[in-house]
């Protein structure tokens, strides 16, 4: 698929007015797929699917976490990382409110609200990732590096192996 035919969404033009280098991936979007569709459908590894989660610690204030698609976070070690006293993700409603994505199809790039950004540390260690371009069915093939350097996303270390693995 050629870079010009990528979706425009605030994601893409975000990266863009960056000067970012990605590559978009479309795939056929299965409502709760999750990131074991999209690593199937584009034949890739799903430890490579970085999934944007918006969570929320006690006061209500939003923060984003970037987490390897075929691991869960564990909310108790990211409120300690972050020395807060609980942090829980957000019903859809308010992801979609805090972000301007729809869940399924969230970005942590251009997102409506500016939101602190972590990341599970392993995911700097990859060659690249696929993470969502700002809608369902769509991902991105970048250099983790951009997560840190145009994100300035926070690496902390709060993965769970995933249950079903």
């Known amino acids: 698929m050629a870079k010009d035919k990528a979706p425009a969404t605030a994601a893409t033009r975000w990266l863009k007015q960056q000067g970012a280098s990605f590559e978009p991936r479309l795939y056929a979007y299965e409502e709760k797929g999750g990131t074991r569709v999209s690593a199937r459908e584009l034949g890739v590894d799903e430890h490579q699917v970085i999934k944007t989660l918006v969570m929320e610690d006690e ?3 939003p923060l984003i976490i970037l987490m390897h698609g075929d691991c869960e976070v564990s909310t108790k070690e990211l409120a300690r990382q972050l020395d807060v006293k609980r942090v829980t993700p957000c019903s859809p409603d ?19 609200k500016k939101m602190p950004v972590y990341l599970e540390k392993t995911i700097l260690e990859l060659n690249e990732i696929y993470i969502n371009g700002g809608k369902r069915g769509f991902l991105i093939k970048i250099s983790p590096r951009l997560l840190t350097d145009l994100l300035t996303a926070t690496p902390v270390e709060v993965a769970l192996s995933h249950p079903s693995r």
């Open 59 to 61: 006061t209500k204030r």
């Open 94 to 112: 308010v992801a979609n409110r805090h972000s301007g994505y729809l869940v399924g199809g969230t970005s942590p790039f251009g997102t409506l």
